[in-house]
C-alpha cells in the first residue's frame, strides 16, 4: 500500500511539472508552479522527510510563485507604459 501511494504521488508531481512547461502564459506557469510545489512537498512527507517538505512548500509552493507573478506583472507595466508614450 505504501509503494501505491508513492507511486501516485510521483505521477502527480510528473504531469504537473509536464504541465508547468506546457504552459504558454508567464501568469499560468506560476499558478502550476505553485501546485507543483504543493506535490512535491506532500511527496517528501510520503517519503519520510518532512523538513524538506516544509521548505518546499514555503518555497516552491508560496515565494517562487509569487516573485514570478510580480515580475510578469511590473513587465506587462512597463510594457504598457512604452506603448502609451508612443
Given at each position: 500500500?505504501?509503494?501505491?501511494?508513492?507511486?501516485?504521488?510521483?505521477?502527480?508531481?510528473?504531469?504537473?511539472?509536464?504541465?508547468?512547461?506546457?504552459?504558454?502564459?508567464?501568469?499560468?506557469?506560476?499558478?502550476?508552479?505553485?501546485?507543483?510545489?504543493?506535490?512535491?512537498?506532500?511527496?517528501?512527507?510520503?517519503?519520510?522527510?518532512?523538513?524538506?517538505?516544509?521548505?518546499?512548500?514555503?518555497?516552491?509552493?508560496?515565494?517562487?510563485p509569487l516573485?514570478?507573478?510580480?515580475?510578469?506583472?511590473?513587465?506587462?507595466?512597463?510594457?504598457?507604459?512604452?506603448?502609451?508614450?508612443?
Open positions: 500500500m505504501y509503494d501505491v501511494v508513492i507511486v501516485v504521488a510521483l505521477l502527480l508531481v510528473a504531469a504537473s511539472a509536464t504541465a508547468a512547461v506546457a504552459q504558454r502564459d508567464p501568469a499560468r506557469q506560476a499558478l502550476v508552479l505553485s501546485f507543483l510545489g504543493v506535490l512535491l512537498a506532500s511527496l517528501f512527507t510520503v517519503l519520510q522527510a518532512p523538513d524538506v517538505g516544509l521548505s518546499q512548500l514555503a518555497v516552491g509552493s508560496a515565494l517562487t516573485l514570478i507573478m510580480l515580475s510578469v506583472r511590473k513587465i506587462r507595466r512597463r510594457g504598457r507604459s512604452k506603448e502609451d508614450a508612443r
